[in-house]
Structures are given as C-alpha cells and as structure tokens.
C-alpha cells in the first residue's frame, strides 16, 4: 500500500552539493521514522540519518556536519541535503520508512562524486 520513490541523484564533484527527495504515496499509518541508507558496490549497506517523530535526527559519524536530513512522520516527503560531498560518498541511497505497519524501502538513487 505505500511506495517511496527516490530522487535527486547525479554527478558531482568533490566539495559539490546534491539534495536527495523521497516521496512516500499510499497509506501511511504512525510513521515511526524515515531513513537515509547507502550501499556501494561490493560493500554493506550502511545507515546515514535518520528523522523521527518530533523532528529529532541522527547521523552516521561520517556525513555529521555535512548531511542534513529534513522532514517527519506528518509529511508525505524526506530530503536528505548534503554538502561538501566526497568520493567516499558515492553509492545508491536508500530511503526507508518505519511505521506501526512496517518497514518500506524505496528503489534507491546513485550518488557519484568524482575524484
């Protein structure tokens, strides 16, 4: 019942800046959290934010001071705003959704940053 679709993805240098969106459509019941989450190729899938109810955030060690994360449990969209990108950054970002229902992945969308 509910799909996230990510966007926002490309080409960017280093020091460069891309802001992610994740729209989220269908029913949504008691959004615990949306998520920003990452994989490179031939590596884990790691966590990069995250948003909860009320508007509190977190964020990997790695992007703090860097990325931002923006939107909540009331919206229909999540951004994930990064600055200062690094080759390190590229990967498909992952945006996921948690709620009383379950949890939800969108496709992902590829972030390369050149070196």
């Known amino acids: 019942q509910v799909q996230l679709v990510e966007s926002g993805g490309g080409l960017v240098q280093p020091g460069g800046s891309l802001r992610l969106s994740c729209v989220a459509s269908?029913?949504?019941?008691?959004?615990?959290?949306m998520a920003w989450y990452r994989q490179a190729p031939g590596k884990q899938r790691e966590f990069v934010a995250a948003?909860?109810?009320?508007?509190?955030?977190n964020y990997a060690d790695s992007v703090k001071g860097r990325f931002t994360i923006s939107g909540d449990n009331a919206k229909t969209t999540v951004y994930l705003q990064m600055n200062n990108l690094k080759p390190e950054d590229t990967a498909a970002y992952y945006c996921?959704?948690?709620?009383?229902?379950?949890?939800?992945w969108g496709q992902g969308t590829q972030v390369t940053v050149s070196s």
């Open positions: 996921r959704l948690v709620s009383g229902l379950g949890v939800i």
């Open positions: 948003i909860v109810s009320g508007g509190m955030t």
């Open positions: 269908g029913s949504i019941f008691s959004i615990t959290s």
